[in-house]
Structures are given as C-alpha cells and as structure tokens.
C-alpha cells in the first residue's frame, strides 16, 4: 500500500523558513518522480516543485522559484521542500504526490501558516 506522511509545517512569520518532509512507503521511491503540491484558502491545489526519481531535475512554480528548494533522499524514501523567506501568499495545506501507473496517491498534507 503506497504511503505518503507529511510533516514539517507549522505558523511563521514573513520571511521565515521551514523545511516539509514527506515520508513515502509501498512502492519503489527511487524509481518514482515527486512532487509537492499546495492548497491554499479558497484556492485550487497547485503544483508548487517536481524531482527526478534521482533527484538530478527539478521543476519549480513561478510563485516559489528562488525560495524553495525541492530534494529527496532514495536511501531513506524521504522528499523534502526546504522553503524560505516565506510569505503569507505561500498559507496553504502542503502535500506530497506520487502518479504509480494509472493511480495518483497523495498524503494528509501539512498546513503552513505564514503571518505578516
């Protein structure tokens, strides 16, 4: 059963930085691109950064670009999203996605909360 837990979110003020882990089980991570989406208030999920199943190409949104940092770790299936100078337009309930065949499979997510 393929397993996505995400942590790492918490409240921040502006120009702050945290770090989103997501912890990934039943099925071959390091064969596997990710991805890291976002929901904020009111707004449809969006993709915020993609990784290469050998973490080599990445992708980022135009709205996170220069402050996050997207990575993974194949010897611990760990991804994570290292993001700074945060702003209070990047509120939103983080997830973790994988597409394995025709399935897509997402986490709980993790709720980032960046105050002015």
């Avoid at 071959?28 to 190409?57: H, I």
């Avoid at 702003?87 to 909360?113: E, H, I, L």
Wanted: charged share 15%; aromatic share 12%.
């Amino acid at each position: 059963e393929v397993q996505l837990v995400e942590s790492g979110g918490g409240s921040v003020q502006a120009g702050g930085s945290l770090r989103l882990s997501c912890a990934a089980s039943g099925f071959t991570f390091s064969s596997s691109a990710m991805k890291w989406y976002r929901q904020g208030p009111g707004n449809q999920r969006e993709l915020v950064a993609t990784v290469s199943s050998d973490g080599g190409t990445t992708y980022y949104a135009d709205s996170v670009k220069g402050r996050c940092t997207i990575s993974r770790d194949n010897a611990k299936s760990m991804m994570y999203l290292q993001m700074n100078d945060l702003k209070p337009d990047d509120t939103a309930v983080y997830y973790c996605y994988v597409s394995r065949g025709f399935r897509n499979y997402w986490g709980q997510g993790t709720q980032v909360t960046v105050s002015s």
